[in-house]
């Protein structure tokens, strides 16, 4: 699973769990983790897409090889 499933996963479970709360408080702790892990999953998005079109490095050996 990659971090962002997981974040959303995280967000749900605190979605449900803003839901279930008897106590005010506790709902919107629970709702504002939410939304936090909500927005974890779009940044960890965004970072994806660098990742993708980031280069990645060439080692030393194949450096030297092509040299």
């Known amino acids: 699973m990659s971090m962002r499933d997981e974040y959303r996963t995280k967000a ?3 979605q449900a769990r803003a839901l279930c709360a008897s106590d005010q408080t506790a709902r919107q702790h629970f ?4 939304k936090e892990y909500l927005l974890l999953a ?4 965004h970072i ?7 280069p990645k490095p060439q080692s ?3 450096q030297k090889m092509s040299a």
Do not use: I, Y
Request: one cysteine or more.
């Open 12 to 14: 749900a479970v605190f």
């Open 31 to 34: 709702d504002t983790m939410a």
């Open 42 to 45: 779009e940044l960890e998005a």
């Open 48 to 54: 994806d897409c660098l990742r993708e079109f980031t």
């Open 60 to 62: 030393d050996n194949t």
